[in-house]
């Protein structure tokens, strides 16, 4: 890294770094890294954890694991993407037995702090580990960042784990936290698949109420649930008031309810919709 015009720092570093990963060219990464070091320029976590994940790949994964227990005994903190990501490269070659000893060391409450050591499982989609970890730390009193609860609703939802979504999503109200649009979109989902829909119905009411802003997913969430069990008296009630919401893409809510219509088999109402965006379209593109 020879152009002057360009401030050398840790992050243009470990751009580059990045780079050479992406072709594994690893020891040109390499020596970066070295070369950041002999400047005086610190590595951080990033650095580390995208070497580690590059020496992994091109099959150096003893230089990795040195490097990963050389950080660990010199007392850099370890955060959740280094330990992710020497999971990772352990079970891209089989050392499944070692991929489960960091794992286990997650499990301890003296290792890491145990809102980091969810996050960690979450994200590496450790379902039985995390569920452990994050229903003893909850029972603590431990889970105080927002961000945990939603990595385990989204854990859950992406292996359709529907009850414990709601489960997580009990104890985060319980914990006085106030969902995003995101997390009730994924949580109305789980009581559509739980067949519990009045209590789906119950909650987006709710949520309105407290003032909660929703995006256009979770509207469509809901419209997608009054489908699912057929009250399109619901359906066509909701999909009047959000078709007079200027915030509301039309367009994708056309799409939407026309697509709830044709998988009732109803298709003349599907195409009552298209036909009313059409309709819509052809106006506004009309000359004053």
């Keep these: 890294m020879q152009r002057k015009e360009i401030e050398q720092n840790v992050v243009t570093y470990n751009t580059m770094i990045k780079i050479y990963g992406k072709s594994l060219e690893h020891e040109k990464a390499t020596n970066l890294m070295q070369e950041m070091q002999n400047r005086g320029i610190e590595p951080n ?12 790949k091109a099959g150096k994964l003893d230089r990795a694991a040195m490097l990963f227990q050389k950080l660990r005994s010199s007392g850099v903190e370890i955060d959740p993407v280094l ?3 020497m999971i990772v490269a352990y079970e891209r070659v089989g050392l499944v037995a070692h991929a489960k000893r960091l794992l286990h060391e997650l499990r ?4 890491i702090p145990r809102e980091t050591a969810i996050t960690i499982l979450a994200r590496a989609g450790r379902i039985e580990e995390a569920t452990w970890v994050f229903r003893q730390a909850f029972d603590a009193g431990e889970v105080k960042d927002i961000s945990v609860f939603g990595c385990m609703i989204e854990l859950f939802s992406r292996n359709k784990k529907y009850a414990n979504v709601i489960e997580v999503f009990e104890k985060m109200r319980s914990a006085g936290y106030f969902p995003d649009s995101h997390i009730i979109a994924l949580v109305l989902n789980s009581y559509g698949k739980l067949r519990e829909f009045e209590t789906a119905d119950d909650l987006y009411s709710e949520m309105q109420e407290e003032g909660c802003v929703f995006s256009d997913q979770v509207h469509f969430q809901m419209l997608s649930l009054y489908g699912a069990r057929k009250d399109f008296n619901m359906l066509e009630s909701l999909f009047e008031r959000l078709d007079s919401d200027s915030n509301i893409n039309k367009k994708e809510l056309h799409h939407v309810v026309a697509g709830i219509y044709e998988r009732a088999n109803r298709l003349n109402d599907a195409s009552r919709i298209m036909n009313r965006m059409n309709k819509r379209r052809t106006f506004n593109s009309s000359p004053v």
């Design 45 to 56: 976590a990033i650095t580390y954890s995208t070497i580690i994940a590059i020496w992994g």
């Design 83 to 85: 330990y992710q990501t």
């Design 108 to 111: 301890q409450p003296d290792t």
